[in-house]
């Protein structure tokens, strides 16, 4: 059926298209052409992602010796330090930073992410469902949390609650450098992939779950990282994951061990 034109551009104008003066030309479509193929260029290979910087620091066993009393009053010190610090865009939201806890030379220093609510407002990383949680995976690999360093990548809260960026991250790592050399952890755990970005960034680079559940080595101890805890609490399930992983790096310190 031929289209009635003048009814159309009414239509049209009524619509609002009022700049439609000319008629409308129902033209034929032009013939198919036959298509030229494009001229073959010589496909170059994309240049490979920029390597994060990789630190080459030595082994915590290298380190100078200091006396406990200098290694405590030095936590003490970055512990202060956190406590006025405004390097990131966290400071603004926090309401307790939390540094970090736990004895010297600790069996495992974990790596949380991030402060949660809880967290943040008690001041406490054993608050809520988090630190609960924590308590029950420290004694299922036959460890407690007062044997443990706790802290996290990220001494501060976010609101509204997520993970850290990087940018806060990088912020935040001199702290969790210092700390862990301090400490002399004999075996680091992460949970999440901050605090992993934060000491091997190479780790990270295929993305944030590449090196998870892998025995990594940190300055001569044993690292891993597993799912962070917000994830754990959110999906129950996923606590077969983390008792996997964690059954990894146990049979990574049983094998280190009968080495020794
Ligand atoms: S998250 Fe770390 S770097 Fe950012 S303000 Fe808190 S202590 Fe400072």
Known sequence: MKPDLTLQKRLLKSLGFSFLEEPLELSAPPPPQAATPAPRRRQQAPPPPPKPAEEKLPP???????????????????AREVAGC????????????????????????LILEIPDPAQDESASYTAG???????????AIGSRLDECFVTFAT???SLPFRPPHAPEVEACRPYLVRQMELLRPKTIVC???????????????????????????YRGVPLLMTLPLPAIVAHRSRKKTV??????????????????
């Open 191 to 217: 949970f999440g992939p901050a605090g992993l970005g934060a000491l091997l960034p190479s780790a990270v680079a295929g993305g944030p779950n590449a090196s998870r559940g892998k025995v990594l080595e």
């Open 60 to 78: 915590f066993s290298s380190l100078p010796d200091l006396a406990p009393g200098e290694r405590t009053a030095a936590l003490g010190e970055i």
């Open 86 to 109: 405004q390097r990131c865009i966290l400071s603004r939201a926090r309401r307790n930073p939390l540094p970090g806890s736990g004895p010297l030379d600790p069996t495992f220093a």
């Open 129 to 139: 469902q988090a630190g609960g949680l924590l308590g029950k995976i420290v004694e």
């Open 155 to 157: 001494k501060c809260h």
């Open 243 to 260: 008792w996997e992983d964690l059954q990894r790096l146990m049979a990574a310190l049983q094998d280190q061990r009968s080495l020794e």
